[in-house]
């Protein structure tokens, strides 16, 4: 009923079925500011979803597929002002830089930069909401990720 190479999951993977290990790089800081564990918190949660939503097995090099990069912006932007030209809203933006390599059908693979961010009042320090507003942000980067790479939406 299903006619297709790719195959269908209730995870919303399309993953063929030769695909059987992923390697997931330790990913790098390539920019200035945010939490000293950043990139392994990332990291870790990248490993920890394809885990959690896919039949494939973490192998430390030659993955059928392959996930590198790098954290490129860890930015906080004024993004709503006041009457009195103060803002109201600042903005915590991470940027992610990834290379995808699918081993097994190359015009699957792709380098691609991936962004999302959180907004919060201006009463508030960045140090009050970092530790709620990161974990939301990198779970959707992780999120989108996921759906370019093994959901492919």
Do not use: H
């Not at 950043?38 to 990291?43: N, Q, R, S």
């Not at 490993?47 to 597929?65: H, M």
């Not at 779970?139 to 989108?144: A, F, G, I, K």
């Amino acid at each position: 009923m299903l006619g297709s190479c790719k195959i269908y999951s209730f995870t919303g993977t399309t993953l063929s079925s030769d695909l059987q290990t992923i390697t997931i790089q330790n990913f790098v800081m390539n920019t200035a500011g945010g939490p000293a564990n950043l990139t392994l918190t990332f990291t870790e949660k990248l490993k920890e979803y394809y885990q959690r939503n896919t039949n494939l097995k973490l192998k430390p090099t030659g993955g059928d597929l392959f996930l590198e990069g790098s954290i490129t912006g860890y930015e906080l932007t004024p993004v709503a002002a006041t009457a009195s030209d103060k803002a109201a809203l600042n903005r915590l933006t991470i940027r992610v830089e990834v290379r995808f390599v699918n081993s097994k059908s190359e015009d699957d693979s792709f380098e691609k930069e991936f962004s999302f961010y959180q907004d919060f009042p201006q009463e508030q320090t960045l140090a009050q909401v970092e530790g709620s507003l990161v974990p939301k942000i990198l779970d959707q980067l992780v999120l989108n990720i996921f759906n370019d790479t093994a959901a492919q939406w």
